[in-house]
T-cell receptor, first 114, second 116 residues
């Protein structure tokens, strides 16, 4: 079972470059989300989506864009990378909007901005 | 506002000791859900347990047990007879209705080191 797949696993960028972190799930989950994990700060929600064509901001959305053209895919775009965006990024999905379902997480993307 | 506090940044214990990880939450919602996740050194996030606000029964799963107390807004996690494989960062999370959609709020995590 693939579950939630994130690519790439590691990436180094220069300040000002743009890139897209890919996330795909094969569980037909409506809800998908992106988090960033920084030391001492836990996981913070960047953007989320409750279905194809519907996205919304989390608590730290600045500098990131998302789109949801299909149920399966939820890419995260860094428009102009900044050193403050150096972090580990996790994509997650869960079935339905009812939050008694646990989220399934991808393995993460470790991103360094020089 | 929703908030999850894990005041213990790091705990070290010797193998076979019992250890309790604290989680205190804040929410004004009457319906909410609490979760614990484990993040081993390999980095993935592993779901351990969920609890809804209407179920205050404690739960035991092998060496793991969870104590949910609404009166103190706490959802603590105890590992009995800890093992080196329990070494990980543990996250507590809260999810309650916000702006029409349930969103997770994570605590900052507790790093548990179990020494052989």
């Amino acid at each position: 079972n693939a579950g939630v797949t994130q690519t790439p696993k590691f990436q180094v960028l220069k300040t000002g470059q743009s890139m897209t972190l890919q996330c795909a799930q094969d569980m037909n989950h409506e809800y998908m989300s992106w988090y960033r994990q920084d030391p001492g700060m836990g996981l913070r929600l960047i953007h989320y989506s409750v279905g194809a064509g519907i996205t919304d901001q989390g608590e730290v959305p600045n500098g990131y864009n998302v789109s949801r053209s299909t149920t399966e895919d939820f890419p995260l775009r860094l428009l102009s990378a900044a050193p403050s965006q150096t972090s580990v990024y996790f994509c997650a999905s869960r079935s339905g909007l009812n939050s008694n379902q646990p989220q399934h997480f991808g393995d993460g993307t470790r991103l360094s901005i020089l | 506002a929703q908030k999850v506090t894990q005041a213990q940044t790091e705990i070290s214990v010797v193998e076979k000791e019992d250890v309790t990880l604290d989680c205190v939450y804040e929410t004004r919602d009457t319906t909410y859900y609490l979760f614990w996740y484990k993040q081993p050194p390999s980095g993935e996030l592993v779901f351990l347990i969920r609890r809804n606000s209407f179920d205050e029964q404690n739960e035991i799963s092998g060496r793991y047990s969870w104590n949910f107390q609404k009166s103190t807004s706490s959802f603590n996690f105890t590992i009995t007879a800890s093992q080196v494989v329990d070494s990980a960062v543990y996250f507590c999370a809260l999810s309650s209705l916000s702006s029409g959609t349930y969103k997770y709020i994570f605590g900052t995590g507790t790093r548990l080191k179990v020494l052989a």
